[in-house]
């Protein structure tokens, strides 16, 4: 009960204090202790600790800003920041200052605010229709120079070859359910041997391939697609020191028509991307311009065309392990339950600026309909390559 009536009492005088402050704040510099920063005064601690009778001429409001600045000091000193004698070496108020001091303040004049005009032109309102279309690509010119002198001891031939790429895409999603892509490829690969007596110039790749798809969506990732794939090749193909021509442009031409279902893969942040399509109904129709080459082709002797029915896959990824590496995989499979195609495309990219680039070409395949079966390598048949050189995307 002690405790609380002095705390009381305390409250009563900073209420007293401030009921005076708002009536002589104008004139009363008394006040001036509660507003600058915290400072010990030795007239608080006598008023508080001394004899009333001997501490006179403290009035009402003296003694109750006194009473506040001891509630401070005892209940929480670390806020006071100096003492009487810190002012005391700086220097006291001059005694002729006796009116407060007021700084003179121009003020402006308040112009009147102009009225906004409103304006009754026509605002004409263009709509235009979303293009649901994206287009983009990459392309790579590298080169590969090899020598080898007449005199080397292990032998072999000197050589100079290049390989030109081209991926262009077109692709159409409106976002509601319905996808169009495409995808042309050409790939041309030169090389020269100083070994070929027959031919200066040899094709190493060749390549011109059409990749369209259509979809529906069924579900998130999942379309109904309708898949059409052509390729031939521009140029004719040659072995090393033999006229015979192996492939030519439309010898063959194979066209895949397939009905299936399609899987848009996105996978890892967006690093791995692609394809799968299964498909367990495809249309196959081979043309062979070159009568020769029918039955190197699986067509009937001295016919141009082959049509079979079976089941088609597609798988087609690619993986940016970095920004400096990327994987391509292209893996075609066609069977008619008699015969088999398989393909599988690798391309694996170091990318090392923006314009400089070097690949690792790898590309086993399986073919069971032609009618040449290796000794050694039966129907497999493999293609490598390494190369540097230039390359581009956009």
């Known amino acids: 009960m002690d405790s609380l009536r002095t705390y009381k009492i305390k409250t009563d005088s900073v209420i007293f204090a401030e009921d005076s402050l708002k009536d002589n704040f104008k004139t009363d510099a008394r006040f001036f202790r509660f507003f600058a920063p915290l400072t010990f005064y030795y007239s608080v601690s006598s008023h508080s600790f001394g004899l009333k009778d001997n501490y006179s001429g403290v009035d009402d409001v003296s003694g109750a800003i006194d009473d506040a600045l001891m509630s401070v000091y005892v209940n929480h000193p670390g806020l006071v920041v100096a003492s009487e004698k810190d ?107 100083s070994g070929d007596t027959l031919h200066n110039i040899k094709t190493s790749e060749d390549l011109i391939r059409y990749t369209g798809k259509l979809g529906l969506q069924a579900s998130k990732n999942w379309y109904y697609t309708l898949q059409l794939i052509a390729y031939t090749q521009f140029m004719r193909g040659y072995k090393s020191n033999d006229p015979e021509v192996y492939s030519d442009i439309l010898s063959p031409l194979n066209l895949n028509l397939s009905l299936g279902m399609s899987y848009s893969v996105n996978a890892f ?23 020769s080459l029918a039955t190197r082709y699986g067509l009937d002797e001295g016919s141009h065309t082959m049509n079979d029915f079976g089941s088609e896959f597609t798988i087609d990824l690619t993986w940016a392990f970095s920004e400096m590496i990327k994987w391509k995989t292209r893996l075609y499979g066609y069977t008619t339950y008699e015969r088999t195609e398989l393909e599988w495309e690798n391309t694996l990219t170091f990318q090392f600026n923006k314009y400089i680039s070097s690949n690792i070409f790898l590309y086993p395949r399986f073919d069971d309909g032609s009618s040449v079966r290796d000794e050694h390598y039966g129907y497999w048949q493999f293609k490598e390559y390494a190369s540097i050189g230039f390359a581009y995307s956009f």
């Open 269 to 291: 942040n967006g690093k791995l991307t692609g394809s799968v399509q299964l498909a367990p109904l495809a249309y196959n129709f081979r043309y062979v311009g070159r009568e």
């Open 87 to 193: 002012l005391k070496k700086i220097g006291s108020l001059h005694e002729e200052i006796t009116a407060p001091i007021r700084h003179k303040v121009d003020y402006s004049r308040q112009e009147s605010t102009t009225p906004e005009e409103s304006f009754d032109a026509p605002v004409e309102i263009v709509i235009e229709k979303p293009n649901f279309w994206t287009f983009g690509g990459d392309y790579y010119l590298q080169f590969l120079q090899n020598y080898v002198s007449g005199n080397w001891y292990k032998g072999g031939e000197s050589n100079y070859s290049m390989v030109a790429s081209a991926t262009l895409q077109a692709n159409y999603n409106n976002k509601q359910k319905v996808k169009f892509e495409n995808k042309l490829e050409l790939k041309l690969g030169l090389q020269t041997s």
